[in-house]
């Protein structure tokens, strides 16, 4: 069993900014890709950002510039850095996880969510 617990989620103003950490645990044999979507209300999922292992990152164009992605492998935990922050961030920030885990086929997981809401 596999699970991702986030944190660091909030209520900001415009401008502000907001530091999310999800750490996974359980029995892993390896994670392969760790990272964050979210889910604004009446909207589809979207990625916001993620990060390989080997450290390729990818980010969604309207995070660019604003929002740093990285992973700490030894702890199995991606953090989300999140600076100037708009009121069209607010959404529900899901954290989510490749991953191969002992005795089980490779499959992503996915974090209870954290609410991120940006006042104007």
């Known amino acids: 069993q596999v699970q991702l617990v986030e944190s660091g989620g909030g209520l900001v103003q415009d401008g502000g900014s907001l530091r999310l950490s999800c750490a996974a645990s359980g029995s892993i044999v390896s994670i392969v890709t760790m990272g964050w979507y979210r889910q604004a209300a009446g909207k589809q999922r979207e990625l916001v950002a993620d990060i390989a292992g080997s450290g390729i990152i990818n980010y969604a164009d309207s995070v660019k510039g604003r929002f740093t992605i990285s992973r700490d492998n030894a702890k199995n935990t991606v953090y989300l850095q999140m600076n100037s922050l708009k009121p069209e961030d607010t959404a529900v920030y899901y954290c989510?996880?490749?991953?191969?885990?002992?005795?089980?086929?490779?499959?992503?997981?996915w974090g209870q969510g954290t609410q991120v809401t940006v006042s104007s």
């Open positions: 989510a996880a490749d991953v191969l885990p002992y005795g089980a086929p490779r499959k992503y997981y």
